[in-house]
């Protein structure tokens, strides 16, 4: 039973950064791309990066490009979302969440992973 957990969440200022990390335990398959996504409540879950089972490909939504980046160390199972120059509209509960796949799409589709954490909570506020 593959599980994933987040950390790294807090209240940051606008402008200051945070890692979130996300460990994954119990995969069963040698091979998954990973993804993190946010959620405000009363709104749609929304794709923010994501990177391919070997790290060699990555993808950013838009509003994030230049800020966030994604990482992951394999001898780890650990996947990693640096989140620089954070603004309040990043404030969202963030997850991590797992597909067995090599390849990580950049339309970061919800209904594509399998797997997810029980997310962390992001606030960027002064």
């Known amino acids: 039973q593959l599980q994933l957990v987040e950390s790294g969440g807090g209240l940051v200022q606008p402008g200051g950064s945070l890692r979130l990390s996300c460990a994954a335990s119990g995969f069963t398959s040698d091979y998954y791309a990973i993804g993190w996504f946010r959620q405000v409540p009363g709104k749609a879950r929304e794709g923010v990066s994501c990177i391919s089972a070997s790290g060699g490909d990555t993808n950013y939504a838009d509003s994030v490009k230049g800020r966030f980046t994604i990482s992951r160390d394999n001898a780890k199972n650990t996947v990693y979302l640096q989140m620089n120059s954070l603004k309040p509209e990043d404030t969202a509960v963030y997850y991590c969440?797992?597909?067995?796949?090599?390849?990580?799409?950049?339309?970061?589709?919800?209904?594509?992973?399998?797997?997810w954490g029980q997310g962390t909570q992001v606030t960027v506020s002064s």
């Open positions: 969440a797992a597909v067995t796949s090599y390849a990580c799409s950049r339309y970061l589709i919800v209904a594509e992973y399998d797997y």
